[in-house]
């Protein structure tokens, strides 16, 4: 099993950026977490991190022609208004969870209180922190080998 992890803008900026939301740990923090649980659930993942919206769609396409058996994809702000990201994601036979280290639900500023790529997603886990990614890992381990 092969699984494509997509992070979105910012996400390079942990352990920098708002650290009374995401804490200390760095982007190399939250790598070596993907890898260590992949690893211990026989999955093999391709990680990639970007700023830029059109690389997040032109990533989930390519993962159309690679044969992946998910994608994991931390949208970030993005989550909140890119349809296109949701077009994208509804265009491709590939499992997709999406994931927020924190709860966009709770967040103090209102426009995060939607996630218009959601619908187009198996499921979302947020507000766990790093575990979003291990919950998702999780999920598309049971769903594609059942």
């Known amino acids: ?4 992890i997509i992070n979105g803008p910012n996400l390079n900026l942990l352990g920098i950026r708002e650290v009374e ?6 982007y190399q923090d939250l790598e070596t977490f993907l890898k260590r649980h992949a690893e ?7 990680i990639h991190q970007t700023n830029f919206e059109g690389i997040v ?5 390519y993962a159309l022609h690679k044969s992946y058996d998910g994608i994991i994809v931390n949208a970030a702000a993005l989550s909140h208004y890119s349809y296109a990201i949701y077009d994208a ?16 639900e ?5 426009f995060r209180h939607r996630d218009v ?11 766990h922190g790093f575990d979003s990614y291990r919950l998702a890992l999780e999920h598309l381990a049971k769903e594609v080998t059942s």
């Open 89 to 104: 994601i509804k265009a491709i036979p590939i499992p997709v969870i999406s994931v927020h280290l924190t709860d966009p």
């Open 117 to 127: 790529i959601a619908p187009a997603c198996v499921t979302t886990y947020k507000g």
């Open 57 to 61: 769609i032109d990533l989930m396409h």
């Open 106 to 110: 709770k967040r103090d500023e209102s």
């Open 40 to 46: 211990a659930l026989d999955i093999k993942i391709e």
């Open 21 to 26: 939301l995401y804490g200390h740990s760095t």
């Open 1 to 4: 099993m092969t699984i494509l």
